[in-house]
């Protein structure tokens, strides 16, 4: 018998508008469920789900309220810039509670036993989100909120969050550094932006781990680099709970990126980290969409992803 897994996301996660010009455009999210049609036998085996919105309360977990009703005010206004590349429409508001909201049932589903694992389709992405602003085309930190909300919202202790995004997740870090029972581990391109995530960058708890490294080495190099820090991020530290950003920019020929990583990469590395959490935390796998801007490499990864999660 296969593990439940759930298949989240939200038609408002569309509404996002940023135009067919900028790399974060709707065709992205598209790719997803375009692949997985291509898969029967995966297709029929997930949960497919229509996640909710988070609310006010629930983002204020991780980000200021004064910067949540700007977000919901520029949308409210017909949208605008919130700096030079992270864009917001008439739908941005919808879309960035859907996607933040469409996490946070993951955790639900994982805490009950509904899902043991799942993976969220969801747009805008969330991990250059910082607790005042938005940066690098994400609203709300997506992976933090739900960090927090097991927490303090369902009462686990200790939280796990990896991401292999070839950007430094500069704002998952910001956002959850100042919880020492929230550990994060991101392996990511240097020098890169934003230009954070420097090795000996741990944070004032001492609970980061962060990998950085060169473009164009070979495939390897950038799994062991990943997993090294996985096991290095849980000496002593065993999680209630497993969040991965699963950011498919680092794969080969991305063009934000210059990393060398395949298909089977991703297999590998979603197989180690499923793995480790069954010996952690009963195989609890709350996994989320973040870069990845060649859509049919997106939507192939996120389906080699999603049959590992199974």
């Not at 090795?199 to 164009?216: F, L, Y």
Request: hydrophobic share 40%; aromatic share 8%; net charge negative.
């Amino acid at each position: 018998m296969t593990t439940s897994v759930a298949y989240i996301s939200h038609s408002d996660c569309g509404r996002h508008d940023t135009g067919w010009n900028h790399p974060e455009h709707v065709g992205r999210l598209r790719a997803i469920p375009r692949a997985l049609r291509e898969d029967a036998d995966l297709f029929m085996a997930l949960q497919h789900l229509e996640g909710r919105h988070a609310n006010a309360d629930e983002l204020a977990l991780a980000h200021e309220p004064a910067y949540i009703a700007l977000v919901k005010q520029v949308a409210e206004s017909g949208g605008g810039h919130l700096d030079a590349d992270t864009i917001e429409s008439e739908g941005s508001w919808d879309a960035g509670t859907a996607g933040a909201g469409c996490v946070l049932d993951g955790v639900d589903m994982a805490l009950s036993g509904a899902a043991v694992r799942s993976f969220s389709a969801v747009r805008p992405p969330g991990h250059h989100a910082l607790r005042a602003s938005g940066m690098g085309f994400c609203l709300f930190g997506n992976v933090a909120v739900a960090a927090h909300y097991a927490r303090k919202v369902k009462g686990l202790e200790r939280v796990l969050i990896v991401d292999w995004d070839v950007h430094h997740g500069n704002g998952t870090q910001a956002l959850v550094e100042h919880e020492k029972d929230i550990r994060f581990v991101s392996m990511h391109q240097w020098p890169w932006y934003p230009g954070t995530g420097a090795a000996d960058d741990r944070g004032p708890h001492k609970n980061v781990w962060n990998a950085p490294m060169p473009a164009a080495r070979p495939r390897e190099e950038y799994v062991s680099a990943f997993l090294k820090a996985v096991d290095a991020a849980t000496v002593g530290f065993t999680p209630d709970l497993l969040i991965v950003s699963a950011g498919f920019d680092s794969l080969a020929g991305d063009p934000l990126g210059g990393f060398t990583m395949e298909l089977d990469d991703v297999t590998r590395l979603t197989r180690e980290l499923v793995s480790r959490a069954e010996q952690w935390c009963g195989g609890r796998v709350v996994s989320a969409l973040e870069g990845g801007y060649a859509p049919q490499r997106l939507g192939e990864a996120a389906v080699a992803h999603m049959k590992v999660l199974l």
